[in-house]
Nanobody
Framework: QVQLAESGGGLVQAGESLSLSCAAS????????IGWFRQVPGKEREFVAAIDGYGNTYYEDSVKGRFTISGDSAKSTVLLQMNSLKPEDTAVYYCAASRSAFGSRFRSQYQHWGQGTQVTVSP
């Protein structure tokens, strides 16, 4: 019912910025939450940021002050602005949709996932 597509990934140098976009299609509700996760080979997919149905935002500690998640009320487009990128930010970034109006850092709370977009930050 909800399809997600990430875009905006690429190769940047440390300290530079990227903006990722998550486009949601299908039936979306204003109450849904959108989360961004990232994954590197051999590691579990980890939480990055989320915006819930009320517009509240949540961030993993390592990205606070550097990343900003934003979106419209319907969550049709959710952006992840990534500033001051570090090599350790290198990962495949995924957006995910939760039917819950409350944000969550847990993968199990998200029912729909995009295919991911690669972000590579060189030293």
């Amino acid at each position: 019912q909800v399809q997600l597509a990430e875009s905006g990934g690429g190769l940047v140098q440390a300290g530079e910025s990227l903006s990722l976009s998550c486009a949601a299609s299908g039936r979306t509700l204003s109450s849904i939450s959108i989360g961004w996760f990232r994954q590197v080979p051999g590691k579990e997919r980890e939480f990055v940021a989320a915006i819930d149905g009320y517009g509240n935002t949540y961030y993993e500690d390592s990205v606070k002050g550097r990343f900003t998640i934003s979106g419209d009320s319907a969550k049709s487009t959710v952006l992840l602005q990534m500033n001051s990128l570090k090599p350790e930010d290198t990962a495949v970034y995924y957006c995910a949709a939760s039917r819950s109006a409350f944000g969550s850092r847990f993968r199990s709370q998200y029912q729909h996932w995009g295919q991911g977009t690669q972000v590579t930050v060189s030293p």
